[in-house]
């Protein structure tokens, strides 16, 4: 088994993308496979090195590690000979209409209720005709004669597919200059790397009889290469999430402060029939991934969703994996007591600086009932001090005063953290430590 992922580096992942990258590789690894990166920048106008980069550093953000990398640029070589082959098969031709005569056909196929389909002009071109364009110094583009009748594959998300070659339009599989496209250079690279399954949007369904047709014409055996066409994403609304949409690029993501793992949880399992879990390594969403359980429906893209994972993994999260994006963040001032007390409340790994000072800082107290305060603090017992400390000082004072419940819970929260609510203080009390206690409990900014 052997999957790719094959972005062109015209833009930044968006999830969508990020989905198609994530499927294919738990795909492979579930199958024992591999998993290949394969850049497509055949389209060199709109290519980029940095986006290029950005790719890759995502994909290495979300744990999804290639086997093998190819650029479709340094691949010319196999479309030149893929050219040769094509056109001794006689399934290529050459064609010389400009865009805008192409566009000008297009418009009165569409004016006259038909689809728009290369009416195969240049098919009637004699020898004589291409003699007298070449000797006029018009260098042709080049299409692929589909073949009559219909092409049909089994997908392994929509099931059976069949196109019809009357609906179906000769595609130019070389550009002016011997170049080619994605079209072309899809299929050549994904026979000569024994690709065995090809996952992706089904924004490519209509290409998919098309890329059969030439795997065939190149001598590719027939079904050696399955097929599986994923709905897109949705917004919660319905709409198509565009890469347009802002906050939606893995970068996005990241900076603001989401988990891989959550993104990862989220998309392995949306759109299919398994429950949307947060899961914390990739090895376990592999283990209980299957490609037949994904359903036709276009799933809902939620980030609210995408935060509740991310603070269920947070509170998961032991103190090693932790540690070091903790320090990235400048907080290596957090110790392993002060994460197992912490991670508890937080939904991005950055909200624990807000506790910091509840900690170790200075917070102001609020003090609801000074007398009451005043009482509790004179309970508080001599450190040292663990998590039992909080039950034993707190029937200490229920004792004393009579209060229970809220009405003795509450106000001591209040003045040991300034706050309504937060991380349970039987273990950020040991944490906040005797003598902030004490002036906190007194009023004082402690
Ligand atoms: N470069 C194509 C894209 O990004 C790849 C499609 C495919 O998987 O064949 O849409």
């Known amino acids: 088994m052997k999957a790719r992922f094959a972005p062109s580096p015209t833009g930044l992942l968006h999830v969508g993308n990020a989905r198609v990258a994530l499927i294919n590789w738990l795909h492979a690894r579930h199958g024992g496979g591999e998993f290949v990166l394969r850049i497509d920048d055949t389209d060199r106008a709109r290519s980029r090195p940095e986006f290029e980069a950005a790719i890759e550093a995502d994909l290495a953000w979300l744990g999804l590690d290639w086997d093998a990398r190819y650029r479709q640029s340094e691949r010319v070589a196999l479309y030149a000979a893929a050219f040769e082959r094509l056109s001794k098969a006689g399934r290529l031709y050459a064609c010389y209409e400009s865009q805008e005569e192409l566009e000008l056909k297009r418009r009165s196929q569409l004016a006259r209720g038909e689809p728009p389909r290369y009416d195969r ?11 007298r364009l070449a000797g006029a110094g018009q ?31 000769d595609p130019i599989l ?158 290596g001032a957090v110790d392993p007591v002060m994460w197992l007390a912490l991670r508890g409340n937080l939904v991005r790994l950055a909200d624990i600086a807000d506790w910091l000072p509840v900690c170790r800082g200075t917070i102001e107290p609020v003090i609801e009932d000074p007398a009451f305060a005043a009482e509790a603090a004179q309970l508080l017992p001599p450190e040292p001090w663990d998590t039992a400390t909080w039950q034993g000082w ?23 953290t300034g706050r309504e609510r937060g991380p349970e ?21 402690a």
């Open 394 to 416: 707190t029937d200490a004072v229920k004792a004393a005063t009579g209060r229970a419940g809220r009405a003795l819970f509450h106000p001591l929260r209040l003045a040991l």
């Open 425 to 445: 203080l039987r273990n950020l009390l040991p944490i906040i430590g005797h003598a902030r206690a004490l002036a906190r409990l007194r009023g004082d900014r």
């Open 121 to 131: 002009a240049a098919l009637g071109l004699t020898e004589a005709d291409h003699a």
């Open 174 to 331: 070389f550009r002016v200059g011997r170049e080619a496209v994605y079209q072309l250079a899809s299929v050549v690279d994904d026979l000569d790397l024994g690709i065995t399954h090809v996952i992706r949007g089904e924004d490519h369904v209509a290409n998919t009889p098309i890329h059969i047709q030439i795997a065939l014409a190149l001598g590719g055996e027939p079904d050696s290469i399955r097929f599986a066409h994923l709905p897109l994403l949705t917004d919660t609304g319905g709409a198509k999430l565009s890469k347009r949409l802002g906050g939606l690029a893995l970068g996005d993501l990241k900076a603001d402060g989401i988990e891989a793992m959550a993104v990862n949880s989220l998309l392995a399992r949306l759109g299919s029939a398994d429950r949307v879990v947060a899961v914390g390594d990739l090895e376990a969403l592999a283990a209980g991934f299957d490609l037949g359980h994904f359903g036709r429906a276009p799933p809902k893209f939620d980030t609210a969703e995408l935060a509740r994972l991310n603070a269920e993994l947070l509170h998961r999260l032991s103190f090693e994996r932790a540690a070091g994006r903790l320090r990235a963040l400048g907080l």
């Open 139 to 169: 260098v042709p583009h080049w299409r692929f004669r589909l073949a009559d009748g219909a092409t049909e594959w089994t997908d392994l998300v929509r099931g059976a597919v069949r196109f019809e070659a009357a609906h179906l339009s």
